[in-house]
């Protein structure tokens, strides 16, 4: 074929090698929107290997964690006079020895089977050097088959060893005790890592005792028609101390979940009222004492004495020692009686608090630092209204419309330190909010709180 | 070469004006790559885009020794290759015995557009215009050639003269074409 006739290849090249076409206009954004892509990709795989790594990291250490707390650490196996009796051979001599096994055990396997099998009864076992060989695969012992493996091999190698050079054996089958026995002081590393581990275990529970002074006041709102005859509000709080028994468990590695049982009481007291400060009941000379005196509206309605104060409307009971009723006063959309008395009034609620908290650790140290929040339920335990302070504090009568069961709210952090590896000392400072209106009444808004600084004393386990 | 070297280290920090830069640089010119090894220009462009996707993600690598085109070019070949390998699609053998007699000159391809050459390449079987490619256009051997697609040595001497052969056909009608229009236009 002649030369020309052939395509010519250069032609091509010099026609088409430097060819430039302009690509459609709209390629770069494409090419750009695709790295984008890439890059958002590229941090999703970031973000997921990551995740992937901690779950990776922890389903191991959780596996280490468990597989070691069902380790059994047996009595110390071989002592250092044991290990002293196992090693006078000669390093050389031992390799030699073991190399004669193995190739034994290799060349003969079928033989020796066939001789195992022939002296299953055999008292070969017993030697003592096989029972300490034994003894130490009961250190590692977790898949019995294997082991029965082992075993059956050494029991081979013995039966092969006795059958063809029976004044041997101890000599070959001795530097084999070196080879699985533990010394002393491993034994005494495994001991020492099993009791940490237990340890470990154990710190996952935590029961407490505390008991929080703390200062409690209360929101209150109330209708127009109940504020017009309602006693005066104190918004002075009062201070309490609460206590009770939290159990706490530790979910994950920096999370805690407490619940227990406290008792804990919510008061407010009540100032005297202005309500009847004015000329039509006191003369001038008389209004600075009257100040003094506890003087509100007052309902009598069924033979029943009611007042409106800042929690709701109390019951009495009575009428209280040292009080006045003054009766019949013309009062324009008032109660029309008066309880005269000298003594501040309170109303004062007992509750059961079984709180659901949760513990976030932030810290982790032998001075442990938590951020505390949860929910609680309350139920009221205790309703009791008293006029007058400490020891002269009479009991008047309860509070009406409250209800049984509440939910409040808590915040708050804790610092716990470690007195030892059972024993920790806590103090938390905790805020707790009322979120419902402890009153059932549409009139009345009363939704007490309490800061308390918790002290307590933990048991860990 | 300041600048160029300035505009591959922007490239690398994901300086979008700086990828603008690069791929006006070289778009044109890669593109005239793409289409030889693809079928069409829809393919070609994609070829494109997978290209400079890899040129902006592997920029860091790129160290400034030699020279950058033949650097992107590289890339723009391996993704037609990477592209081919995948696929490995099996095209029937095209009979070709009845044109080795047809007889054409230099000056016939010379008379035919680069354009038109462009087409009768893409017009190639994948296998056929690969091997085309590798051997005329990136100076390959048959050994690199055999390497790079994951066939024989043998198959690819005899891929390259079927190819030839096809391309003298596709050439001839062309050039018959030609000829045939020239006689309209006169």
């Given amino acids: 074929m002649n030369k020309k006739e052939q395509i010519p290849d250069k032609i091509f090249r010099e026609k088409l090698e430097g060819l430039t076409v302009p690509p459609p206009p709209d390629t770069f954004q494409k090419i750009q929107a695709r790295l984008k892509i890439k890059k958002r990709k590229v941090a999703i795989i970031w973000y997921r290997s990551i995740a992937a790594a901690a779950i990776i990291v922890f389903a191991l250490t959780a596996g280490w964690f468990f597989n070691n707390e069902n380790k059994v650490i047996p009595p110390e196996i071989n002592t250092i006079s044991e290990i002293q009796e196992t090693k006078p051979q000669k390093p050389e001599n031992r390799v030699e020895e073991r190399n004669e096994i193995v190739i034994s055990e290799t060349i003969n396997n079928e033989r020796l089977i066939a001789e195992a099998s022939q002296n299953e009864n055999s008292d070969i076992l017993k030697t003592e050097n096989t029972i300490s060989i034994m003894d130490e695969y009961v250190i590692t012992e977790k898949t019995p088959v294997r082991n029965e493996s082992h075993l059956n091999l050494l029991k081979r190698i013995n039966v092969f060893l006795k059958s063809i050079k029976p004044a041997d054996v101890p000599d070959l089958v001795q530097p084999q005790n070196n080879y699985p026995s533990f010394h002393t002081y491993e034994n005494e590393l495994i001991a020492l890592n099993s009791a940490n581990t237990v340890n470990k275990i154990e710190n996952k529970w935590k029961v407490g005792f505390s008991i929080s002074p703390g200062y409690s006041s209360q929101n209150s709102s109330h209708s127009e028609v109940y504020s017009k005859n309602m006693t005066y509000s104190n918004k002075e709080g009062t201070s309490d101390i609460n206590g009770g028994f939290s159990v706490e468990y530790k979910a994950a590695k920096r999370l805690s979940i407490e619940s227990g049982i406290y008792y804990s009481q919510n008061g407010q007291q009540s100032g005297n009222s202005p309500l009847f400060f004015n000329d039509q009941f006191f003369a001038s000379s008389e209004k600075e004492s009257a100040v003094d005196y506890f003087n509100t509206p007052v309902e009598i309605s069924d033979g029943k004495m009611l007042m409106n104060s800042t929690a709701g409307i109390i019951v009495f009971d009575g009428t209280p020692e040292n009080a006045e009723l003054s009766a019949n006063f013309d009062r324009n959309g008032g109660y029309s009686n008066a309880l005269l008395t000298e003594s501040e009034f309170s109303q004062v609620f007992d509750f059961i608090e079984i709180p659901v908290l949760l513990k976030y650790n932030i810290i982790d140290k032998k001075i442990a630092v938590d951020l505390i929040g949860g929910l609680s339920a309350n139920w009221v335990v205790g309703n009791n209204a008293y006029i007058g302070e400490g020891s002269d504090r009479e009991y008047i009568g309860k509070t009406s419309d409250i209800s049984a069961l509440n939910y409040s709210g808590t915040f708050g952090f804790g610092v716990d330190y470690a007195l030892s590896k059972k024993l920790s000392v806590s103090v938390e400072p905790r805020f707790n909010y009322f979120l419902n209106s402890i009153n059932k009444s549409s009139a009345v808004n009363y939704k007490p709180y309490r800061m308390g600084i918790y002290t307590g004393i933990n048991y860990n386990f | ?186």
């Fill in chain 2, 1 to 186: 070469m300041e600048d160029l070297r300035k505009i591959v280290e922007d490239c690398a920090s994901g300086n979008s004006k700086a990828q603008e830069t690069l791929y006006n640089m070289f778009a044109p010119k890669m593109y005239g790559v793409c289409l030889r090894y693809a079928k069409d220009r829809e393919e070609a462009e994609d070829n494109l885009q997978d290209g400079f996707v890899k040129v902006f993600t592997n920029i860091k690598k790129f160290r400034n020794e030699g020279s950058l085109e033949g650097w992107v070019r590289r890339i723009m070949v391996n993704v037609s290759l990477e592209k081919f390998r995948k696929q490995n699609l099996l095209y029937p053998v095209e009979d070709i015995g009845k044109y080795d007699s047809q007889k054409f000159s230099d000056e016939i391809i010379e008379q035919i557009s680069a354009d038109e050459l462009l087409k009768v390449i893409q017009q190639l079987t994948p296998r056929y215009k690969m091997v085309f490619n590798l051997y005329v256009f990136e100076g390959m051997n048959h050994k690199e050639i055999s390497e790079k697609m994951g066939i024989s040595m043998g198959t690819s001497k005899s891929n390259l003269a079927r190819a030839r052969d096809i391309l003298k056909r596709k050439v001839v009608e062309l050039y018959s074409d030609v000829k045939t229009n020239s006689n309209y236009s006169a």
